[in-house]
């Protein structure tokens, strides 16, 4: 028997194990980094539409179009006679008044069940 157990890893190998991990901390930083500036660079971008908004919103609302314009009105609107929807739909079509009709008795005539 030799008596020894698995060996554990060589001291090169622990430098580039540490080596690695400074590398991948530096590199975390570093991204962290970029992302606190995007979030700064928003947020100002947010702020100053925010102050936007609250600045157009507490601006004297627009005029009135029929204060300030004679053409305001639907352009659609020329006088016909009716109100609301029927004002603005196409007429009901005529109805043809040549065409017999043919009546309950009339149907009851003509209808012939041969036994």
Not at 1 to 29: I, T
Not at 92 to 103: D, E, F, L, S
């Amino acid at each position: 028997m030799c008596g020894g157990g698995p060996r554990g890893p060589s001291e090169e190998d622990k430098k580039a194990a540490e080596r690695k991990h400074q590398d991948n901390l530096a590199l975390q930083k570093e991204q962290m980094e970029e992302q606190k500036r995007q979030f700064e660079l928003q947020r100002r971008d947010q702020l100053s539409r925010y102050n936007e908004q609250k600045a157009e919103a507490k601006a004297a609302p627009p005029p009135k179009p029929n204060a300030t314009a004679a053409v305001a009105g639907l352009a659609i609107d020329d006088g016909k006679s009716g109100r609301g929807r029927k004002k603005y739909r196409n007429p009901a079509p005529k109805k043809a008044t040549n065409t017999p009709t043919i009546t309950r008795t009339d149907a009851a005539k003509t209808l012939y069940i041969a036994n």
